[in-house]
């Protein structure tokens, strides 16, 4: 599986981005496509997964309300809509990917075999 991230840029605190991660490869396979983002100094934080059938979402306690994650009807790519931005969303942002069926929604980075390169999004105050 081949992910390729876009979409990041520079927005004004609570202005809104969206994401784009263009999946290709043996995506039958695939269970789960996530969002990931790394700050400076920080580690690789999840933001929110979906899985790659059904579209069934999970989200991080600090996204929740203002991100949303879903796969663009009939294309093979996945979406992050981010609204109400604000400095602290200021991160590199990953997409993922696992074939790996798990109990719960994986949310540790470990848990994800395919990565894209990161897309930068910068929040200004």
């Known amino acids: 599986v081949q992910l390729q991230a876009s979409g990041g840029g520079l927005v004004q605190a609570g202005g809104s981005l969206r994401l784009s991660c263009a999946a290709s490869g043996r995506l039958f396979s695939t269970y789960y496509v996530a969002w990931f983002r790394q700050a400076p100094g920080k580690e690789r934080e999840f933001i929110a997964a979906s899985t790659w059938h059904s579209g069934i979402t999970y989200y991080a306690d600090s996204v929740k309300g203002r991100f949303t994650i879903s796969r663009d009807s009939g294309e093979d790519t996945v979406s992050l809509h981010m609204f109400a931005l604000n400095v602290e969303d200021t991160a590199v942002y990953f997409c993922?990917?696992?074939?790996?069926?798990?109990?719960?929604?994986?949310?540790?980075?470990?848990?994800?075999?395919?990565w894209g390169q990161g897309t930068q999004v910068t929040v200004s105050s």
């Open positions: 993922a990917a696992s074939q790996i069926v798990r109990i719960e929604f994986p949310r540790s980075p470990q848990f994800y075999e395919y």
